[in-house]
C-alpha cells in the first residue's frame, strides 16, 4: 500500500517514490499550488485511497497513518475534528490560482477532482461558461479566500462551500462581501466578512423638537471599507507584478 501511495504522490511533490520517506513534506508548502494538492489528493481518491481533513496532513508518514484512520499530528479522522474558534472583528481573505493548473477532464460531473471541491450546483454554472476552466479557477480561489477570511471554514470540504450567483452572474455566499477576476492565466478572488458583534449601537439621544441630530452611522462600517481597500490594493499589486509559471 505505501508503494502504491509513494508513486502517486511523487508526480505531484517532485520527489521520486523510492526518495520518499515518511518526514518527506507533502502539503500546501511542498506542492506549488493550492489546486496542485487538492489534485493529488483526488488522484488518490481516484486509486482508492479516500483521506478527509487532508489539509492537516504534513509528511507523507501522516498520509500513511491517517490512511489507515490512526492519529496524526494529535488530530484524529474528520468524525473527531473541532472547528477553530473565529477571530472577532473585520477579516478579509485574498487568493489566486493559475487557470492552466485546473485538471482537464471529459466529465466535469464524473471526474473524482471536481466533485470533491464543487458542488453540483456550481458544476452546472461553470460548464455553462465561455470558458469553463477560467471560472472553476475563479470558483476555487474565492473558496479559499473564504476560508482564509474565516477559519470556521477550515476544516470544510470544499464542495460543502457552495458559491451562489445573483442573476447578473455576481457570486454570492452568506454573509460575506465576494468578488472574482479573471485574466487570460489567473483567476483571483477576495472575500470580506464582518462579524456582527462588532456593529456598534447608536446610542440613544435626548431629542429636542428644535434640533434633531443627524444619525450617526456605525463605526464598523468605515473599518469594513479600510479593510476592503487594503485587500483590494493586495489584489492589484498581485496581478501587477506576479509572473506566469508552469508547474
Sequence with gaps: ??????????????VPGEQITAD??????????????????????????????????????????????QVVNGTATSQSLGVETVDQGVSSGIDIEEIDSMPVVDDFRES?????????????????????????????????????????????????IVIEHSPLGKPVFKDFQVSVSHTGTFAAAIALNIKNDTKQAVPERIITPAVIPAPVKPATSCVAWLALLI???????ILLYIKPFNY
Excluded at 1 to 14: A, F
Aim: hydrophobic share 40%.
Design 231 to 237: 485587500s483590494l490594493g493586495t489584489l492589484v499589486a
Design 112 to 160: 473524482p477532482f471536481y466533485t470533491m471541491n464543487f458542488a453540483p450546483s456550481e458544476i452546472s454554472y461553470c460548464i455553462l461558461q465561455s470558458n469553463p476552466y477560467a471560472s472553476f479557477a475563479g470558483l476555487f480561489a474565492l473558496k479559499e479566500a473564504i476560508v482564509k477570511c474565516d477559519n470556521r471554514f477550515k476544516n470544510r470540504e470544499l464542495n460543502t
Design 1 to 14: 500500500m505505501e508503494e502504491k501511495l509513494k508513486e502517486l504522490v511523487s508526480t505531484y511533490i517532485n
Design 24 to 69: 518527506t513534506a507533502i502539503d500546501r508548502l511542498r506542492v506549488s499550488s493550492s489546486i496542485v494538492l487538492h489534485r493529488m489528493y483526488a488522484k488518490l481518491a481516484e486509486n482508492g485511497f479516500k483521506v478527509d481533513n487532508y489539509w492537516n496532513i504534513k509528511t507523507f508518514g501522516g498520509l500513511v497513518k491517517l490512511n489507515n484512520g
